[in-house]
């Protein structure tokens, strides 16, 4: 046997093994995708009746008389009328027939507690409403809502459901009149989150991430580059600078809820700063981001080749003009895609912020980094651990947003990276 | 002389006659440096210059002066110490942290290893160009213009447009790259982007340059062109040129400097070294037995 036979059998094995190992790879990709489909999927067709709205359209009579006020009054007297009387004698008007006080009650809940805000925001805005009739759409409950997106199954029999047959039958005729009208739940993303849950919305979590983001980049960013610099371009080599770097290796992983404690007894019960306030939650983050950032800055600025720091340096650059005009420009997109993917850890952490009070139900729309409030994945749990099954939906939907402001992270990063890479 | 010379150092090397003989001159005993290392009129003179990495010595004894409006070339084997001894010359040594240098070296008379010399002023009169070309990662025109608007050599935008011009003229780039000045200088060819970083060097106008093996990633016609820049630029500067290509040490320098295991062994005119050597390891080296 000549030596080609030799090389030959064993090719056969070869070869055989690195179609193992490449079908092998090809499967665990099918597998980390169809989770991750399936995930998506859940999420999705969980979430897409959150995005939808449930209207009753009723034509409401503003006279002056109810509601105490005309087209003159200021606003301090707008807010202080009872815009729900309007409402419910449109109700009574469109179904005659109902006079028992129990079975009013029933009717009044067709619409929203949130429809007499409704009502109340659009007067405010147009007094001159006040004395006319007006056809508006108003919010639905969320039992409306459940029976017209099919959460709740009007075919089951009445002792099982959750709306009663009165009521179910109103529904019925107010759909048969086209008077039920669905459309995009722009509400969504434009009100603060809510007990009831049709009002509930996200843009007081989104509004508080963003403060927490915010304050967690202001403070982590400028100090991690600036750590990342000093410890891989001007720090001496000895015993301290070595037990710095072992720490901050150590500082990464470290438990974010230890973080959470820390920043309860020192920025909290210490510093006495407020509970429940991006400017902590930013705080708390940015000792947990920082690691990250700097690690991430570190390698990329040890990747930038040492060719082009000589070519400063020869030149009679100062080590700062070296760093800061060629190393720190050649190593951007690292330190960018570094603080992005810390910027989106911070997006997803939970438990450091339960510590310092933000998980407390917070109605308003925080107005700046000092003013209590949540952010998206405590809305997420604060809405997964709701008992009513409006909020099932309202869940998903969050974790949509939650999942679609990463995603858009990791595109910047994508971009940035782009956009700052520069062959040498 | 010659004769005697080699004469009285042949009987170790004959023992073995193997291709290790790198090893084998081992027994050859150190003497001082033969040759001229020193001349009339030096730009930079050294004198017993050791350079060591932490406890590791990279070079022995160097006294060796360097005349001005020359050029210089240091050949040796790799690993024999040239580029660390160029780097002593503009304290590029510095930016290694276990780098030590001892011993005198001066620039136009002055210690350049004094307290109260500044590297960076230094490196501004003792320019560099790298074996490996390394453009900024930036325009063809930032890359020359980067010296001097750091200098502040300058003290307006045409001023500076002449001196971009001026020095990709000297450089012998400025034909190729006129119509895209503001292109990449990293989208250059090779031979190109060395020149590049030797105009961007001449730009600070500096008084020495100093070349590490500048044309040893080049192709034949690239450096060739190099090599002819380099002819025309000793009318103004004062070179010093590492390279590992005897032909090219021929054909460039007036001095040539040999190099051996840290140690500075002959140093004469590069005719008479490269003809006539005086001492066994610069023979074996030029004949092509080691390196
Ligand atoms: N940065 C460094 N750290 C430690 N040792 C070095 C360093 N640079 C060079 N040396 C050592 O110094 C010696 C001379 O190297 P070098 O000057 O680069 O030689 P040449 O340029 O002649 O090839 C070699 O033994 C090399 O290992
Ligand atoms: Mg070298």
Same mark, same amino acid.
């Given at each position: 046997?000549?030596?080609t036979?030799?090389?030959?059998q064993?090719l056969?094995k070869?070869?055989?093994?690195e179609?193992?190992?490449?079908?092998?790879?090809?499967?665990?990709?099918v597998?980390?995708?169809?989770f991750l489909?399936?995930?998506?999927?859940?999420?999705?067709?969980?979430?897409?009746p959150?995005?939808i709205q449930?209207r009753?359209?009723?034509?409401?009579d503003?006279?002056?008389?109810?509601l105490?006020?005309?087209?003159?009054?200021?606003?301090?007297?707008?807010?202080s009328?009872?815009f729900?009387?309007?409402?419910?004698?449109?109700?009574l008007n469109?179904?005659p027939?109902?006079?028992?006080?129990?079975?009013?009650?029933?009717?009044?809940?067709l619409?929203?507690?949130?429809?007499?805000?409704?009502?109340r925001?659009?007067?405010?805005?147009n007094p001159?409403?006040?004395?006319?009739?007006?056809?508006?759409?108003f919010?639905?409950?969320d039992d409306?809502?459940?029976?017209?997106k099919g959460t709740?199954?009007?075919?089951?029999?009445e002792?099982?459901?959750?709306?009663?047959?009165?009521?179910?039958g109103?529904?019925?005729?107010l759909e048969?009149s086209?008077?039920?009208?669905?459309?995009?739940?722009?509400?969504?993303?434009?009100?603060?989150?809510s007990?009831?849950p049709?009002m $509930?919305?996200i843009? =007081?979590? !989104?509004?508080? %991430?963003l403060? @927490? *983001?915010?304050?967690?980049?202001?403070? +982590?960013?400028?100090?991690a580059?600036?750590?990342?610099?000093y410890?891989?371009?001007?720090?001496?080599k000895?015993?301290?600078?070595?037990?710095?770097?072992i720490?901050?290796?150590?500082?990464?992983?470290?438990?974010?809820i230890?973080?959470?404690?820390?920043?309860l007894?020192?920025?909290?019960?210490?510093f006495s700063?407020?509970?429940? $306030?991006?400017?902590? =939650?930013? !705080?708390?983050? %940015?000792?947990? @981001? *920082?690691?990250?950032?700097?690690?991430? +800055?570190?390698?990329?600025?040890?990747a930038v080749p040492p060719?082009?720091?000589?070519?400063?340096?020869?030149?009679?650059?100062?080590?700062?003009?070296?760093?800061?005009?060629?190393?720190?420009p050649?190593?951007l997109?690292g330190?960018?895609?570094?603080?992005?993917?810390?910027?989106?850890?911070?997006?997803?952490?939970?438990a450091?912020?339960l510590?310092?009070g933000?998980?407390?139900?917070?109605?308003?729309?925080?107005?700046?980094?000092?003013?209590?409030?949540?952010?998206l994945?405590?809305?997420?749990?604060?809405w997964?651990?709701?008992?009513e099954?409006g909020?099932?939906?309202?869940t998903?939907a969050?974790i949509m947003?939650l999942?679609?402001f990463?995603i858009?992270?990791?595109?910047?990063a994508i971009?940035?990276?782009?956009?700052f890479?520069?062959?040498? | 002389?010659?004769?005697?010379?080699?004469?009285?150092?042949?009987?170790?090397?004959?023992?073995?006659q193997?291709?290790?003989?790198?090893e084998?001159?081992l027994?050859?005993?150190?003497?001082?440096t033969v040759?001229?290392?020193?001349?009339?009129d030096?730009?930079?003179?050294?004198?017993?210059?050791?350079v060591f990495?932490?406890?590791?010595?990279?070079?022995h004894?160097v006294?060796?002066d360097i005349?001005a409006?020359?050029?210089?070339?240091?050949?040796?084997?790799s690993g024999c110490?040239?580029?660390?001894?160029?780097?002593?010359?503009n304290r590029?040594n510095?930016?290694?942290?276990?780098?030590?240098v001892?011993?005198?070296?001066?620039?136009d008379?002055h210690d350049?290893?004094?307290?109260?010399?500044?590297?960076?002023?230094?490196?501004?009169?003792?320019?560099?160009?790298?074996?490996?070309p390394?453009?900024?990662?930036?325009?063809?025109?930032?890359?020359v213009?980067y010296g001097?608007r750091?200098?502040?050599?300058?003290?307006?935008k045409a001023?500076?447009?002449?001196?971009?011009?001026?020095s990709?003229?000297?450089?012998?780039?400025?034909?190729?790259?006129?119509?895209?000045?503001?292109?990449?200088?990293t989208?250059?060819?090779?031979?190109?982007?060395?020149?590049?970083?030797?105009?961007?060097?001449?730009?600070?106008?500096?008084?020495?340059?100093?070349m590490?093996?500048?044309?040893?990633?080049?192709?034949?016609i690239?450096?060739?062109?190099?090599?002819?820049l380099?002819n025309?630029?000793?009318?103004?500067?004062?070179?010093?040129?590492?390279t590992h290509?005897?032909?090219?040490?021929?054909?460039?320098?007036?001095?040539?400097?040999?190099?051996?295991?840290?140690r500075?062994?002959?140093v004469?005119?590069?005719d008479?070294?490269?003809?006539?050597?005086?001492?066994e390891l610069?023979?074996k080296?030029i004949t092509?037995?080691?390196?």
């Open positions: 046997m000549n030596n036979d030799i090389v030959k064993s056969k070869r070869y055989f093994k179609r193992l190992f490449k079908t092998m790879g090809m499967l665990s990709i597998t980390a995708i169809l489909l399936l995930l998506l999927t859940d999420i999705f067709t969980k979430a897409w959150a995005f449930t009753v359209e009723l034509t409401v503003l006279n002056e008389a109810d105490g006020i005309d087209a003159q009054s200021d606003e301090q007297a707008i807010m009328a009872d729900r009387k309007p409402i419910r004698a449109a109700l469109t179904f027939e109902v006079t028992k006080r129990k079975q009013k009650r029933e009717l009044y809940s619409t929203s507690m949130g429809a007499e805000f409704q009502l925001d659009m007067v405010i805005e001159q409403l006040i004395g006319t009739q007006q056809t508006i759409q919010m639905a409950d409306v809502d459940a029976v017209i709740i199954d009007r075919l089951l029999p002792s099982d459901r959750r709306v009663k047959n009165d009521k179910l109103w529904i019925e005729t048969a086209g008077q039920i009208t669905t459309g995009f739940n722009w509400h969504f993303f434009a009100a603060g989150d007990r009831e049709e $509930a919305g843009k =007081g979590a !989104i509004l508080g %991430s403060y @927490t *983001l915010l304050v967690t980049l202001a403070l +982590s960013f400028p100090v580059v600036a750590a990342a610099i410890l891989e371009e001007f720090a001496p000895n015993r301290f600078i070595d037990f710095i770097e720490n901050i290796n150590n500082l990464a992983a470290v438990p974010s230890v973080f959470g404690l820390l920043g007894a020192v920025f909290i019960n210490f700063m407020p509970r429940s $306030a991006p400017i902590v =939650g930013g !705080i708390v983050l %940015s000792l947990m @981001t *920082l690691p990250t950032i700097i690690i991430a +800055s570190r390698s990329a600025i040890k060719s082009l720091r000589e070519a400063a340096l020869g030149l009679g650059a100062s080590k700062m003009q070296s760093v800061f005009h060629h190393v720190l050649a190593a997109p330190i960018l895609t570094g603080t992005i993917i810390g910027m989106a850890q911070a997006l997803g952490e939970t450091p912020l510590m310092i933000m998980v407390a139900f917070i109605v308003d729309i925080p107005q700046s980094v000092t003013d209590p409030s949540t952010v994945p405590i809305q997420v749990f604060l997964a651990d709701s008992p099954r909020f099932l939906e309202k998903s969050a947003v999942l679609f990463l858009a992270m990791n595109a910047i971009y940035l990276r782009k956009k890479e520069k062959k040498w | 002389m010659n004769e005697a010379v080699l004469n009285g150092l042949n009987e170790p090397t004959m023992k073995v193997s291709n290790r003989e790198t084998d001159s027994n050859i005993e150190y003497t001082d040759g001229q290392p020193l001349c009339d030096p730009k930079i003179s050294t004198r017993n210059v050791d990495y932490a406890d590791n010595q990279a070079i004894d006294s060796l005349g409006h020359q050029v210089i070339a240091l050949i040796g084997p110490g040239k580029s660390t001894y160029l780097r002593t010359l590029m510095d930016t290694i942290d276990i780098c030590r001892k011993g005198q070296i001066l620039l008379g350049i290893y004094q307290k109260k010399q500044d590297p960076v002023l230094l490196r501004a009169r003792v320019g560099m160009v790298f074996q490996k390394n453009p900024f990662p930036k325009s063809i025109y930032d890359n213009a001097p750091i200098h502040g050599l300058t003290r307006n001023e500076l447009d002449d001196l971009v011009e001026d990709l003229i000297k450089a012998g780039l400025f034909q190729e790259v006129k119509d895209r000045l503001h292109a990449p200088g989208g250059l060819s090779g031979g190109q982007q060395q020149r590049l970083c030797i105009a961007r060097t001449i730009a600070v106008q500096p008084e020495v340059i100093l590490d093996e500048p044309a040893s990633a080049l192709d034949p690239a450096t060739a062109k190099i090599e002819e380099i025309e630029l000793k009318e103004n500067f004062t070179i010093v040129i590492v290509s005897m032909q090219q040490a021929a054909r460039v320098s007036q001095r040539t400097a040999y190099f051996h295991m840290g500075l062994i002959e004469g005119e590069t008479q070294i490269f003809t006539n050597p005086s001492h610069t023979e080296y092509g037995r080691f390196g």
